[in-house]
């Protein structure tokens, strides 16, 4: 079975300054990791992904994710905050291949919050 | 390319009740995904279908759940004799292929069911 952990419920950073959203994985295979935002009451939008290669993702609005495979982590980050960053943002796991790979496993979500 | 559109947005029933959630699927997409969230959790996988096929229906619940995708038309996921605890945002996703496509998926808005 899969797993997703997203371990902070909220972020808060000011605007302008780096940030962080935590998320590690538990999957029995190669995994093909993704980070999708989430705006209210709106559907999910893609940031990016992670299939393999470079550990370094760069994806949409300037955010960035690092694989980290001894840690089993993909942690989202960009270099300098802005208020309309701020909305809840989930990672997800899939296997890349085999039965189920299809399958999106999602962690709860953590909700970034840039303060002006 | 107008994306995966669901309707409604948002749907009200009384506790009994029937509820049907549609989607269609991005132009040239086979492949469709139904997710539930619950208030305060990530989205958790449902059911997967291609055209007039269900291909893995294991996050389902066992009863008054149902989905389908025929040949003509959108997905439906209906809910018959409506709870409390179905209350939830329902997002379809859509992908060209079985493994997810590039990106994963793409999805729609969702649905936002209150169960009254």
């Known amino acids: 079975a899969q797993s997703v952990a997203q371990p902070e419920d909220q972020v808060k950073v000011a605007e302008g300054n780096p940030l962080t959203v935590k998320c590690t994985y538990s999957?029995?295979?190669?995994?093909?990791l993704f980070w999708y935002v989430q705006y209210p009451n709106r559907g999910l939008q893609f940031l990016l992904k992670?299939?393999?290669?470079?550990?370094l993702v760069k994806g949409s609005y300037g955010f960035e994710a690092e694989f980290n495979k001894s840690q089993t982590s993909f942690h989202l980050k960009k270099p300098s905050a802005l208020v309309s960053d701020s909305a809840l943002y989930f990672c997800?796991?899939?296997?890349?291949?085999?039965?189920?790979?299809?399958?999106?496993?999602f962690g709860k979500g953590t909700k970034l919050s840039v303060i002006p | 390319n107008a994306g995966v559109m669901q309707n409604p947005r948002h749907l009200v029933r009384r506790r009994g009740q029937e509820a049907r959630l549609r989607c269609s699927p991005m132009?040239?997409?086979?492949?469709v995904y139904w997710y539930r969230q619950l208030p305060e959790e990530g989205l958790k996988f449902m059911v997967y279908?291609?055209?007039?096929?269900?291909?893995?229906e294991s996050g389902m619940p066992k009863e008054r759940f149902s989905a389908e995708f025929p040949k003509e038309g959108p997905s439906i996921l209906r809910i018959q004799q409506v709870v409390r605890g179905d209350s939830a945002a329902y997002f379809c996703?859509?992908?060209?292929?079985?493994?997810?496509?590039?990106?994963?998926?793409?999805f729609g808005s969702g649905t936002r069911l209150t169960v009254v």
């Open positions: 996703a859509s992908s060209s292929s079985g493994q997810g496509g590039f990106y994963g998926y793409t």
């Open positions: 132009k040239g997409h086979s492949h």
């Open positions: 279908l291609q055209k007039e096929n269900i291909i893995d």
């Open positions: 999957v029995s295979g190669n995994p093909y």
């Open positions: 992670y299939i393999t290669g470079d550990n």
């Open positions: 997800a796991v899939r296997l890349l291949s085999g039965a189920g790979s299809y399958q999106l496993t």
